[in-house]
């Protein structure tokens, strides 16, 4: 059994990571106070392929496994999980289209998707559906020309930035059976936002409900077959949970290392704080829970990338454990830098707050206990 990286995968970390910090740590935290990531960076990112990170060559995708991917953001998240989180929501969407759209929908849709010139959001979450995904209302009228849609999402990253959003509609009956997939563009007249939401964490992003209010799109916008939108929309998630899982990741990766240089430097009773026995241990306790969650989560990505049948149990299995491994893990480190901690020039606090909220999404943790308890009765 072989952990070690590829000479490959180890180049693919090594750009995310050159990258993150040249073009995206040093302004992190006026992204923050600004509210909004400057379109401009995206297409930067596409160059270096990671605007259709897992989408196929033959579509003009980078074609990377999902281990792959998490390497891509682990890297990028040490500059800012928020921003990194963002592109992975764009190429959860972008894997979708490719995955399951018909080949003229792709043709027309996925080259600007690819180049980032078409920034994508993914809608699932209604304002009264968080968990309970399959009872979404958002409904999708069909008519002669095509679609009438009107519902509300919630919390949608990038509501009112992005230029398409890939969303999931009721076209038929209750529960999931009869939701579908449909793609609408920014402009399209009934699609309109709610007011910027004022957040704990993640405050780069822009995050705003999404309205549809006779919103009305062609036949065409509909993405892959109706009736399936939900299996597309959960297929998109087992790999979405890896990727959050990888920002939290390299976000408390980050958070140690700025912990272990202060603790170098900060003198107390005589001596540098990392020379006492009693805070090693405190050290050596989050080394050795993020080299956990580090292997387990590279397992699960191994496990869906060569379809285990366990894959969506492992996915959320390293989805809650490696989540709550980041989040432990800067807390403690903004513990140990004192009071010095607590003011946002040091860093820290920024990393508590972006990273409880992945602890919510891409399914919550409870939800994630409720997957690996219903696969292990099934066995």
Known sequence: ????????????????YAFGQEHIAPHARTW??????????????????????????????SGLSRLDATLVFEALSMACPSVA????????????????????????????ALSMETVLSYCLTEPGSGSDAAALKT?????????????????????GYSDAYVTMVRTGEDGPKGISTVYVEDGTPGLSFGAAEDKMGW???PTAQVQFDDCAIPHDNLIGEEGKGFRYAMAGLD???LNISACSLGAAQTALDLTLQYMSERKAFGQSIDQF?????????????????????????????????????????AKKFVTEAGSRTVDQCLQLHGGYGYLADYGIEK?????????????????????????????
């Open 277 to 317: 026995q009693a805070l090693q241990f405190r050290l050596a306790d989050m080394e050795i829970e993020l080299q956990a969650a580090r292997t387990f989560l590279r397992q699960a990505a191994w496990k869906l990338d060569t379809g285990a049948p366990d894959a969506t149990k492992f996915c959320a299995m």
């Open 1 to 16: 059994m072989d952990f070690a990286l590829t000479e490959e995968q180890t180049a693919i970390f090594d750009m995310a």
């Open 32 to 61: 923050e106070k600004d509210g909004t990531i400057p379109k401009s960076l995206w297409p930067q990112l596409a160059e270096l392929g990671f605007g259709g990170l897992y989408v196929s060559e033959e579509s003009g995708g």
């Open 85 to 112: 989180a963002f592109l992975s929501i764009h190429n959860m969407c972008a894997r979708m289209i490719d995955s399951y759209a018909s080949d003229d929908f792709k043709a027309r849709v996925l080259p600007k």
């Open 139 to 159: 409904r999708a009228q069909k008519t002669n020309e095509g679609y009438v849609l009107n519902g509300t999402k919630a919390f949608i990253s990038g509501g």
């Open 239 to 241: 790999g979405g949970r």
């Open 351 to 379: 990393l508590v707050r972006d990273l409880r909220v992945h602890q919510i999404l891409e399914g919550t943790n409870e939800i994630m206990r409720l997957i690996t308890a219903r696969h292990m009765l099934a066995g």
């Open 203 to 205: 405050c780069s992003q």
